[in-house]
Nanobody, 114 residues
Framework: VQLQASGGGLVQAGESLRLSCAASGSRFGINAMAWYRQAPGKQREFVARINSGGLTHYADSVKGRFTVSRDNAKNTLYLQMNSLKPEDTAAYYC?????????WGQGTQVTVSS
């Protein structure tokens, strides 16, 4: 499975961004998909997850501001990020789980200026 993330950029605090992650090459279907992020000098952390049925889970730090969604027909994962804060600055990574293993995409950089 190949994952291609896009949509990152430089924004000011309070603004919004929408990340996308297109998945391809899955022969047996993708179960859950998720977003993680990693700020410089910090460990990668969980942001949001959505399973194949649409059930979502969020990190406390983004609840109420971020919305994860997916288009199963297009095998695409989204992350709508509103009310962005400087502490949201990080490289954002998408992941996908199949019945056999997990996959990571490359990161897309999100920078939020104060």
């Amino acid at each position: 499975v190949q994952l291609q993330a896009s949509g990152g950029g430089l924004v000011q605090a309070g603004e919004s961004l929408r990340l996308s992650c297109a998945a391809s090459g899955s022969r047996f279907g993708i179960n859950a998909m998720a977003w993680y992020r990693q700020a410089p000098g910090k460990q990668r952390e969980f942001v949001a997850r959505i399973n194949s049925g649409g059930l979502t889970h969020y990190a406390d730090s983004v609840k109420g501001r971020f919305t994860v969604s997916r288009d199963n027909a297009k095998n695409t994962l989204y992350l709508q990020m509103n009310s962005l804060k400087p502490e949201d600055t990080a490289a954002y990574y998408c992941s996908a789980e199949t019945n056999t293993r997990g996959y990571w995409g490359q990161g897309t950089q999100v920078t939020v200026s104060s």
